[in-house]
């Protein structure tokens, strides 16, 4: 896995817990919107397919669990 700044991943979970309707029952879901909102400069649409930095997301994702749990 790639390492990232601490303060890259921070800025990203601060980004997570703003979205509109966040939920902790969904934190996949906002983690992959924030990946997505920082490689691309613009939140997914329904059905976007672009790819997404999937090591930045599971660094994320770990974080973010670590932190809410």
Known sequence: MADYSKSLINSLIENVKE???FS????EKFC???VHEHK???LPSEYDIREIDEDLYLE?????KSIVY
């Open 24 to 27: 902790k029952d969904e934190i």
């Open 32 to 34: 992959w919107m924030a």
């Open 19 to 21: 979205y509109p309707r």
């Open 60 to 64: 994320l994702l770990q974080k973010f």
């Open 40 to 42: 691309h400069g613009v």
